[in-house]
């Protein structure tokens, strides 16, 4: 019979080369999906990876997606480097899209913005996400409850208070009774980037954590106390180090990083307060942490290839007629292909009579 044996040595090269094997089999499951569906597979396949990038508004779109998921994976890249499984970014991100876009909504009269209130207005989203990453971290902290069933919970709580929100204190009175919150006058939305286009400067906040992450997981003895403290208590209690730090930290820097990916989406390509915040953003930059290594420059390009499977999707839509699930499928293929090809990186099958 077949069984798995554990390799002797996996190399580190073998471990980078895996979400490169993943996404080629994304790619060739992909086309495989496109027969059965009765399409043409190299027209389902450039849709999804070549329209997307022929044109400058192509690109600027797919950056507006990358923005999001390059924030929300840094965070949950900390964390899981830590030892400490958030699976509740998207709830992070949409309560941090309710404390930024309220604090905008008060301070914006209509007498106009500028550099200062939209800082505050993201300071006050990180603070939002910040929060209600606490919640989850004082809960293990205090109770040893399991962070992912916590975290995983209170997104619904989020998304039901963001719904009863935009449905009562924060609705445009003058909206038709849609529940939506009015829109924000342009001295409170986030500076374009790209003239002509909603490219906006929060992608450029996302290179800016990237470098900042990388510098201190890398380079600071602050990143080692928290992968120490993390992955190994009893060699971090030897060593001085709090597993508890670590515990506050990561979920602190990614409910920060999640709750600035949810107010750059109000303040910036939505303008506005509204039901659905994100479509997933926080659950898709799960798979985004893991094919990029946990490592924020890998992140950076997984991010990418995860913003082609969103525009890509809508592009299946309206060009192919495919289902709008079409995108969480894609997603799901490139998840399976990762797990498949890293276990086949650390065992390997052996015929035992």
Known sequence: MLRLEARANPSALMAWCSPLLAVLLTVLCGALLFIALDKNPLTGLSVFFIEPLKTLRGWTEVGIKVAPLLLIAIGLAVCFR?????????????????AGGAAGLYFDDGSGGGALLITVVLVAGMLGGMAWAAMTAFLRDRFHTSEILVSLMLVYVAQLLLSYLVHGVLKDPDGFNFPQSKMFSDGFLLPILVPQTRLHIGILLAFGAALLAWIFLSKSFAGLRLQVGGMAPLAARYGGFSSRASLWTAMLICGALSGLAGVCEVIGPIGQLTPSVSPGYGFAAIIVAYVGRLHPV????????????YIGGELAQSRLGMPSAITGVFQGILLFALLACDVLIRYQLRWRK
Do not use: P
């Open 82 to 98: 830590a030892n400490v499984f958030n699976i509740g970014a998207e709830g992070q991100l949409v309560v941090g899209a309710i």
């Open 298 to 309: 890998g992140v950076i390009f997984s991010s990418f290839i995860m913003a082609l499977f």
